[in-house]
Each structure stands twice: as structure tokens, then as C-alpha cells.
């Protein structure tokens, strides 16, 4: 490809004209410059990253990205998309009065090394250590202002020691539902010894054993081991995460078959903060759509629980609808429910429904029976909606308590255990799958919200529930309460407050969330700081034996079985070793020494990156987590940022759920007690779109070289086969990677910097086209040559004032690359710099010094060793890095502008304040990089573009 390379044939035009060659080594030159000088370095007001007071006084800006998995594949281009934006950002920060953070560290620890680790046979710290290396390096060469003294990896013993510690925190804690908080656990446990809150069960704190206090505390602790089902996948010979199970039951990593098992495993009560987590999101500055994830992945329920008598005791139910009471004519268990055995009868009563029994001779055999079929299946199969509703009669009846109707008592897999109470009352009329169920077994269905859709309150006629929030209740009067005639909302009113006033309920939020599963039956994670005495109760390891470093072992695979054999037991690789897991220690608790059990599992992959936002900050700290003054300073809450946070913080929308929950839940429990000043990590989140590439297929459907096919005439050929082309993610496999290492080879990283950014807005995704980059490489030779002579490499500006059309053309450039990079518009600041570089080519002789100066600060942000290099051409001793942003001159902006109608499809989509002489080449670009018609091109092919400058662009799509 060299020998069609501009990049490399001009080196032989002219001896000073920017090239491959002299990009490289002016790159290379400037960031050893930086790395020596320090030129990125963040003082912090105090300890030993302190500096510059200068800096310090003026406002932060904490700016950082999601932090790379350092795999083994290395980058593509792909990867560096926000780590480029950012950077421009940063850099745009620091060029405007801001003492900025921006650093790079690794999230080390996690499956992908242990695997590779596992086929390879090496320990997974040298396998990662290179990876990191190698990344580095990948990192380096584009010219990234990272403060590196800041960075670190999380499998860095002097980084987990403090990941080990914050889990202690929140071990040693509990939610004190009155105050609303995260307390020492300490604070608990005198309450019980002064008798101030009772133990359940009534006896004294006194009376109890070790064991049963330790039991009492793990009720409240908010890191706690439980027994509670989990999800076991023997495929990956791990439990995992409800937030790592796809929606079909399988492992979201290798995409194994998930079962419930019962094991006992760590649990982080993250349920505690639901309301917290819910409510904070209004504060925060991120996507309406990662904020609508999270919201219903939290899954907040108003409703209300409902007593229903039988035999002297009740079945509690939870439903949302409690104004369809009167409506409610069987109930149903899920399967698993504790009180099924207790009101399963010995017979069938009299007149039982032959389709209840399932056949069978007796309740019990029939419960039986359908409780092994539903254990076989997974909570995602049992709810489908599509699926026949099964299930069977108990053979007992309740009472519903609103009208004294008895009603029939069912189990059925549809209803989930581990949802609000596993029970509900079930009203067939309103609810979708109330109906089938109704239907399939012969029970009543009765209407007691009208409907507005015209097909009458007769349910025989019906053909589905009619479900609706906003009608009329029907069909619900009681002998004392009617709620005929009630909306919805004043029905769920009226009812609950039947409800509490008769004792047979109350209303109730209810949450979708459940506690995060912490244990992970793998080698490479942190240890837990936790050992367990000989009769098997937990304790804390003490500060002073942190860090707990992962010990050698023989054999780091984890124990992996036949995916589908649901009856297997994790083993923990750490349990192979026995020295380490059995020892003798003083944790200082006035016990003295005694023998230990260590606890084998590690941490999930995700708790290294729960608060690496605050490592940053303080990251050589032996004493503390961060120092408060420190973390105050950057993190701290100020006006518009209420619970404090990163000032921006860009990354993939993958983690929704995961990362950022978990991380907001740790921020939560470290600032109730007090170790932070910040309840919130982010501040502003800002998701980055993709960069695809296409896949080029054969004949046979195998991916095939995409650097080797061939376009002509709209068809893609390889080998002289046509083949076909689609986008698609970039990557190995799909044999279309390519890599920054060689676009920075080709053409030098400023121009690959410009391209990345070029591309289009940065939260939408774009197609990777490696024929196109050589333009933004012509708009760094272009802008070259407005200052440095290719053949002698004499500068050439003059010290003469600039004509009145450049002063303008110049300061709307300036206006407009400001407020583009403020607002992250990358893409149109750079149209902005090309329009004002073009019209200094186009005016021909010498650019004035103040022009090219102002032109040289305005392209720092985004290429800044070309313009690095200018800078010093132009006989500045320092760096562009901390100078100021230049500001336009509001004289020369309010020019007259005229507006340039964009169409689509002969449509209008957009109207552009444009330059009454700008060029048709300049005016095209722009209109293609504009975000409304971006949008709404939204990835179609265009076939032409019709200028006619200034006024007009027509866009015909494909
Ligand atoms: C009666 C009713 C009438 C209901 C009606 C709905 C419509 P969300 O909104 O997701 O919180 N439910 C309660 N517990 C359940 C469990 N363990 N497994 C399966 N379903 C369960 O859903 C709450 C509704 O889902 C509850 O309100 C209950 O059905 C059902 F016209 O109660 B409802």
C-alpha cells in the first residue's frame, strides 16, 4: 500500500513537507518531551502529587474514561474512540483555566487471562503484566496527556489491598433504615448489648452463642454470606451475577446453560440503597437511556401486600393492582413457596376440578410432582409469556378478604419465588397471564375494570385480559367498600386504605433488584480479607494484614464441568492450596492466636473497578483509601453537582447495569461512613457510539480478509470472487481489524486522531474506512504548509495585521471551535479548523502571525504534536499544552451569515449558518457532519450530494 501512500511519494517532492516520516518523528520527539517534563502532571493541593499552587486554585476538571480490559489481542482502532475524545477534551479544559485529571489505568483481573492462562499454562500476572506492556505502548504513540504517575492496574497488590479494604467497610457496616445510612456494625451491636433493639425470637444478646450472634449480625451486615439459590453455570465452573445471565438463562460470557443452585456465597446488600440509587439518578447528567435502565433494572413497584386467610394462618401476597381485588378468584404459589407443604391435605376435597389434579392420586403427589418439573427450568423459561401456563391445584382453598369468596390455592411456575412475596392473587380478567392460566384450568374470570375498547364486561366473550391504568373499576362492592365507579388510581387509594384500617394489608413498594452476588469461584480475582474460625464463623482479617495477596498455586483452572449438568459443585482453585488456606493468626481481637480457615472464593471482576475513580486521586496513599482533603478536591459536591462525582466520564453503554450500579452502591456505603465526600462516582456520563467496519463474506459465508477485497462498481470482490459486505463490529474473528499501530505507521497519529474524531458525532456509531483518513492527513499537510516553506522549512508568516476577511474568518472559527469542543462536537470543530485552514490556502502568500498562531492553538486540542511542533517553528519556548484558548473578537463574529438549507430526499432536515463565500467541497462537509442530518440520515447510503453554495445542499440517498 506504501508505494500509493501520499504520505510517503511527497517525501521525495520536497524536503520539508509534512510526511509519514516527519510525523513520526515529530511525534515521537514531543512525547518524550512530555513524558520528561511532566507537561500533563495534576497537582493535587496536598501529599506527594502536591504542585503548582497556580494550578491548584484554579477549577478542577476530573476527567477519565471507562478503563481498558488489557486483552490480549491488543486495540484496534475501535477501541481508542472515546480515549481520543476525552483527550480533546481534557486538553480544550486545560487550554481554558482548569487544572485538569485525566489518567489511564487497567482492570486486570477478570476471566479472559485466567482462560487464556488455563490453555497456555501461563500464571495469568505475566500473561496480563505483557498485555499491559503492550498496551501501554499501543496508548503512547497516540499522544494521549495522560498523568501518568496516576495510572495502576487493579491486580496491583497496593490496589487491591484498598478493594480489600473497602469490603471490610462494608462487611463491618449495616442500613439503618431510620437514618437512612450505611453505620458501623459496631454501632449495632451495642444497641443489642444495651437491649435498646431486640434480638428476633425475644431472648437477650447475652444468652446467644458466638455462632447465633454472628448470625443475628449477618442478617444486617451489608456483606454477607447466604445460602440463598444461585446462579451456577458448570460450563464456566463459576456462580454468577443476575446481571451477568442473559434473558434466555445462559451465561452472558460463553453463553453456558445458567441453574439455580443453592450454595452458600457472598452477598452485597445493595437492595438497602434502592431508593437511594433510584432517586440520585435525577441529579446526575447521563443518557435518558442508561437512566431508564438503570431505573427499571432497579424496578421500583408501588403496590400493596394482601392477607389472605387459610387455616388459621394467611398467604401474603403482592400485587400492583390491589384496586382488582374483587376481581381476584384463585391464587397461586410459586412452587418452591415454604407454606406449600403446610396447606397441601392429605385428599382432594369434595367436587375438585379433574383438570386441577394434574391426575394425580393425591395433593401431595401432585405437588410433588410439579415442583421437580419446575426446578428444572430457569426463572427466564418459567416467565415466558409465550409458553402454556401449567400448574396444580393443593387441594386448598382461601379466603379472599375483600368479599369472604373462597378461593381455589394453585402453585405454578409463572409465579417466582424470589419475587415480592412468591405469592399472588390472581385476577384473570386484568392480567395476561391470570387469563391463560384461567382458561387452561376452567376458573372463573371476572371483569372488574371496564373496557374501553368496546368488547363488553361479558369475560366469556373475551378472548384476552383487557389490562388498562386508566378506566373505571366495575363489578367491586363490598359490604364496607365500593370502589365501583373509582379511577385506578383513586381505587388503589381507597383499597389500601381498606386495607391497613382492616388489618388485612398495607401498601408496599417493592423492588425488582435483587442483593449483588459477590463470590466468584475463579483464581484470578481478589482474595476475600475474610477467614473462618473452627466453629465456622466469619471474621474480618485486620487492616494491618491487608494487602491479602493471591497465593501460587499448582493449578489455576477453574474446575469446569458438563454445561449441562445442573447437580455439580463449584471448586475454588484457591482451596488447592492447603498451606495458605489453613492458618494460625492473631487477629488481634483479644482472642488470641488460633487456627483459621481461609475463604477461597475471590471477588467478581467487577469490584476492582467499584472505585477506581478515587485511586486516581491519591494513588501512592499507603495510609488511606484517598485523602479527604484530596478527594474533596476533585470529587467533592459543588453547584449543579449535588452528590459530587467525575466531571465527565466516557464510555461504552454495555454497562448500564453492571459497572455503574456497582460503583454507584460503593460509592453510597464509602460515603455514609464517611470516607468520602462524594455520594455519586460520575457526574456526567457520556456514552460513545462504535466504530464498525464491514464484513466481507463469501460465498460460503466465511469472513474473509477485508484488507484484500476489492470495490469496483458499488460490488466487493476477493480473490476475484465477488463477496458480500455488511457492518459489523471490528474484530479478530471477523477478520476486519485494523490496528491504530498501523494508521499511525501510514499517516502518524495526529491524523489518525483527526479522523476518529472526524467521523461524526461521537455517541453514534460509524463505519471504519481506512481510504478516507488520508483526508485529514491532506488537512495537516495544508495547514503545514500555511506555515513552514516545504523547501526550506523556513517559516513563513509575517508580522503584518491580516485583512478583514481573515480577521473574520478567523474569529468565527475561533467562536465556533470553542463552543464545539465545550459541547464535545468534535466533528464540526474540525470542519470549523479545515474551513479557516482552506481559506488561508486559498488567499494565498504569507499568513499573517496572529493568524497562525490562533490557528495553531485551535488545532492543539486535537492534534497536538503537529501542533507542538508549529508552536516552537513559530519561536515559542514553551508548550501549546498551557496556554490559553484563543477568544474570539464578538466584532468580527456577528458577521452576516446566510442560511444554507440541507435536504434530504428533498426534504428539509437542517439549516446551517454559513459563510456567504464558502467553497461547495467546504459547505458539503459541513452539512454531512452536522448532527440533525446525521441523524437523519441515520446510516443510509448516500448516492449524491448536490451543493450549490452557499444556500443549498441536497442529499440523495441511496
Ligand atoms: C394482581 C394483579 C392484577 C396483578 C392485575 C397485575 C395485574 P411488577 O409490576 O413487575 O412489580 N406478581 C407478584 N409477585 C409475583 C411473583 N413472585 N411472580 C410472578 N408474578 C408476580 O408486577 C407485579 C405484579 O406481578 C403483581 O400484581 C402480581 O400480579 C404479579 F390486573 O396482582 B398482580
Known sequence: MSETNPAAAAEVAAPHRYTAAMAAEIEARWQDFWDADGTYAAPNPSGDLAGDPALVAKPKKFIMDMFPYPSG??????????????????????????NVLHTLGFDAFGLPAEQYAVQTGTHPRVSTEANIENMKIQLRQLGLGHDKRRSFATIDPDYYKWTQWIFLQIFNSWYDDEAKKARPISELIAQFESGERGVSGGRSWNELTAAERADVLGEY??????????????????????????????????????????????????TAYADRLLDDLDELDWPEAIKLQQRNWIGRSEGARVDFPIDGERITVF??????????????????????EKFTPQEWPEGTHDVWTGGHATPAEAVAAYRAQAASKSDVERQAEAKDKTGV???AYATNPVNGEQVPVFIADYVLMGYGTGA?????????????????????????????DGRGTDTATWDEAFVSYDARIVNSAGADVSLDGLGVVEAKARITEWLERTGTGEGTVNFRLRDWLFSRQRYWGEPFPIVYDEDGIAHALPESMLPLELPEVEDYSPRTFDPDDADTQPETPLSRNEDWVN???????????????????????????????????????????????????WMGPREGQPHGGVDLYVGGAEHAVLHLLYARFWSKVLFDLGHVSSAEPFHKLFNQGMIQAYVYRDARGIAVPAAEVEERDGSSYYEGEKVSRLLGKMGKSLKNAVTPDEICAEYGADTLRLYEMAMGPLDVSRPWDTRAVVGQFR????????????????????????????????????????????GMRFNTAIAKVTELNNHLTKAGGPVSRSVAEALVLLVAPLAPHIAEELWRKLGHEDSVVHRDFPVADPAYVVDETVTCVVQIKGKVKARLEVAPSISEEELEKVALADDKVVAALDGAGIRKVIVRAPKLVNIVTA
Request: glycine content about 8%; charged content about 25%.
Open 393 to 395: 391445584f393443593i387441594g
Open 319 to 340: 400485587t400492583t393492582r390491589p384496586d382488582t381485588l374483587f376481581g381476584a378468584s384463585y391464587m397461586v404459589l410459586a412452587p418452591e413457596h415454604p407454606l406449600v
Open 73 to 98: 489481542a491488543g486495540l484496534h482502532v475501535g477501541h481508542p474512540l472515546g480515549y481520543i475524545a476525552t483527550d480533546v477534551f481534557a486538553r480544550f479544559q486545560r487550554m481554558t483555566g482548569h
Open 583 to 633: 492458618v494460625t493468626l492473631d487477629l488481634g481481637d483479644g482472642a488470641g492466636p488460633r487456627n483459621y480457615r481461609r475463604e477461597t472464593n475471590t471477588m467478581p471482576n467487577w469490584a476492582g473497578s467499584c472505585w477506581y475513580e478515587l485511586r486516581y486521586l491519591d494513588p501512592h496513599n499507603s495510609e488511606k483509601l484517598v485523602d479527604p482533603e484530596i478527594e474533596r478536591y
Open 221 to 270: 451486615r451489608l456483606a454477607y454470606a447466604s445460602d440463598a439459590p444461585v446462579n451456577w453455570c458448570p460450563g464456566l465452573g463459576t456462580v454468577l451475577a443476575n446481571e451477568e445471565v442473559t434473558a434466555d438463562g445462559r451465561s452472558e460470557r460463553g453463553n453456558f446453560p445458567v441453574f439455580k443452585a443453592k450454595l452458600r456465597q457472598w452477598n452485597m446488600r445493595i
Open 779 to 822: 488537512l495537516l499537510q495544508r495547514l503545514w504548509r500555511n506555515v513552514v516553506d516545504e523547501d526550506s522549512g523556513a517559516v513563513t508568516v509575517v508580522d503584518t495585521e491580516p485583512d478583514e476577511d481573515t480577521l473574520r474568518a478567523l474569529h468565527k472559527a475561533i467562536d465556533g471551535v470553542r463552543g464545539d469542543l465545550e
Open 424 to 452: 399472588i392473587m390472581a385476577v384473570p380478567g386484568h392480567d395476561s397471564r391470570d387469563f391463560e392460566f384461567a382458561r387452561a384450568f376452567e376458573l372463573p374470570i371476572r371483569c372488574v375494570v371496564e373496557p374501553t
